[in-house]
C-alpha cells in the first residue's frame, strides 16, 4: 500500500543520516542499507566483520533501524520474504510459503527458510524499505545486466545515472512504486529524463496514468528495466556498431 510522503520522508531521512559523510561513504550507506534490511541488535559483532570503511557507515546509519514491530512478528520471528527478502508473513507451515510480502507481487509458494528472532535483529525504518531497498532490487540486477551487455550506466549522484538511450542522454533512476501519480510526482522532483521500473508494474493504465500526471511541459520516459536493457547503449558501442 501507498503512503503519500513516504518518498520523501524516506529521502530525507537518509539525506541527514549521511549528511556528515563524504560522496563515496554516502554511496556506501546507500549500498550498506540496500543490502541490509536488518542489522543484529547487538550491533558491535556486526562491525567487527567489517572494514574500517564500512564501520564509518555503520555507525551512521544505524539509528535508522528499529525493533521488530508486532504485527511483523509470529511466534516471536520475523520471515524475510524468499523473493525480495523483505518482511513477509510466511504460511502457518514455512515451507508453504508467504501469504503477504512488503513488495507485494512475489511468488506465494516459495518456502519461507530465513525467519530470525524478532529479538535478535533491527530492522530498517519502513519507508527506507518500501522506496531504497525496494527500489534497489530492480536497479542492481539492471546494472548488472547492462554491465554484462557491455553498455553499463554511469553514476552521477546517489542513484542516479547517465544512460544513452536511442542515441539521446538521459539521466535515469529506478523506482518501484504501485502507484503512477505518485511515481510521476517523485520523478519531477528528482529531475530524471528516465523512470525504470520493474516490468511487472508497467501495464497500459500505469503508464496512462503516470503521463496523465505529469506537468504539460514535462517530457520523461518511463521504462520498464527490460526495456532499458534493451534500448541503453553507451556511445562508443553505438559507433563501433556504425
Ligand atoms: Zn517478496
Known amino acids: 500500500m501507498e503512503i503519500t510522503g513516504q518518498a520523501e520522508f524516506a529521502d530525507r531521512l537518509f539525506a541527514s543520516a549521511v549528511a556528515e559523510l563524504d560522496v563515496a561513504d554516502v554511496v556506501r550507506a546507500r549500498s550498506f542499507l540496500q543490502s541490509n534490511v536488518m542489522m543484529s ?4 559483532l556486526d562491525l567487527m566483520n567489517h572494514d574500517p570503511r564500512s564501520i564509518t557507515v555503520a555507525k551512521a546509519v544505524r539509528h535508522l533501524y528499529e525493533p521488530v514491530p508486532t504485527r511483523l512478528i509470529s511466534a516471536g520471528e520475523i520471515a524475510l520474504c524468499p523473493t525480495c527478502r ?27 527458510t530465513d525467519s530470525p528472532r524478532a529479538a ?36 552521477l549522484a546517489t542513484g542516479t545515472y547517465a544512460g544513452r538511450l536511442d542515441g539521446t542522454d538521459g539521466v535515469v533512476r529506478f523506482y518501484d512504486r504501485t502507484c503512477a501519480t505518485l511515481l510521476a510526482g517523485q520523478v519531477v522532483r528528482d529531475r530524471v529524463t528516465v523512470a525504470v521500473v520493474p516490468a511487472n508494474t508497467l ?3 500505469f503508464r496512462r496514468a503516470f503521463e496523465n500526471s505529469l506537468p504539460d511541459d514535462t517530457e520523461i520516459s518511463l521504462l520498464s528495466d527490460e526495456e532499458l536493457v534493451l534500448r541503453n547503449n553507451t556511445k562508443e558501442k553505438a559507433d563501433a556498431q556504425r
Open 41 to 44: 541488535n547487538t550491533g558491535h
Open 86 to 112: 523483505l518482511p513477509a508473513l510466511s504460511a502457518e507451515l514455512p515451507e508453504h510459503g508467504t501469504i503477504w510480502c512488503e513488495a507485494e507481487v512475489c511468488p506465494r509458494d516459495k518456502p519461507v
Open 120 to 155: 535478535d535483529v533491527l530492522l530498517l525504518h519502513r519507508a527506507l524499505r518500501l522506496f531504497l531497498v525496494l527500489p534497489g532490487l530492480v536497479e542492481q540486477s539492471c546494472l548488472e545486466r547492462l554491465r554484462d551487455a557491455g553498455t553499463p550506466l554511469s553514476q
Open 203 to 205: 501495464d497500459y493504465g
